[in-house]
């Protein structure tokens, strides 16, 4: 079956500092990877999606990730944290059957 | 566009009781999915929609949840009766094509607290 996991379930980083959330599904067949992020009380907004073709992919707020087959990760970077940052990210996976699930996310806080 | 759109924001309901959710889709997103959200938790999907039909509900408990998708365009989750562990925020996303690399597009949900 399916899975996405999202290592640390919290991570702080100072605002100017790297920002780095973890990704990784199982899947035989390379899946349509997502990154959402969440603030509080509000729904899910699209961060950047990998389908095909390029494997680094740019969102939006400046985030970026690569999709890495061969260690089947979908790591999210920003280079410069921003206090506008702090959310909850959530990673996931769309199969062949349209059916997309999510990883239990990482909530991000950013110190001034 | 408008955005998928859900109601009520918050519903504050007494275990046992029954309580309904509604949700409208972006026009024209033939793919409906309902997620339950427990704190601290990524969203859980509990039914799929393809149009009005059903393609998965694996996870839904259908002893207390049911949801439909009246003409392919709303639809309302229903639980019966809801208990405690029901608390969570209930999302609802639509995405244009089942067949195409789009993204789930979420509405705001809705906090459903079962005291």
């Known amino acids: 079956a399916q899975s996405v996991t999202q290592l640390g379930s919290h991570v702080s980083v100072s605002e100017g500092a790297l920002v780095l959330l973890r990704c990784n599904y199982s899947s035989s067949v390379p899946p349509y990877l997502f990154w959402y992020v969440q603030y509080p009380n509000q729904g899910l907004q699209l961060l950047l999606k990998y389908t095909t073709g390029a494997t680094l992919v740019k969102g939006i707020n400046g985030f970026e990730a690569e999709f890495k087959k061969s260690e089947t990760s979908f790591h999210l970077t920003k280079p410069s944290a921003h206090m506008s940052d702090a959310a909850e990210y959530f990673c996931?996976?769309?199969?062949?059957?349209?059916?997309?699930?999510f990883g239990p996310g990482t909530s991000l806080s950013v110190i001034p | 566009e408008a955005g998928v759109a859900q109601s009520p924001r918050y519903k504050i309901i007494e275990k046992r009781q029954s309580v309904a959710f509604w949700c409208n889709p972006i026009s024209g997103h033939a793919t409906l999915y309902w997620y339950q959200q427990i704190l601290g938790q990524g969203p859980k999907l509990l039914i799929q929609f393809q149009n009005n039909g059903v393609v998965d509900d694996s996870q839904l408990p259908k002893d207390r949840f049911s949801a439909e998708r009246l003409k392919g365009v709303d639809s309302t989750l229903k639980i019966q009766p809801a208990k405690l562990e029901d608390s969570a925020v209930y999302l609802c996303a639509s995405s244009l094509d089942r067949v195409k690399d789009t993204e789930a597009f979420f509405g705001q949900g809705t906090r459903l607290t079962v005291v």
């Open positions: 996931a996976a769309k199969t062949s059957y349209d059916k997309v699930i």
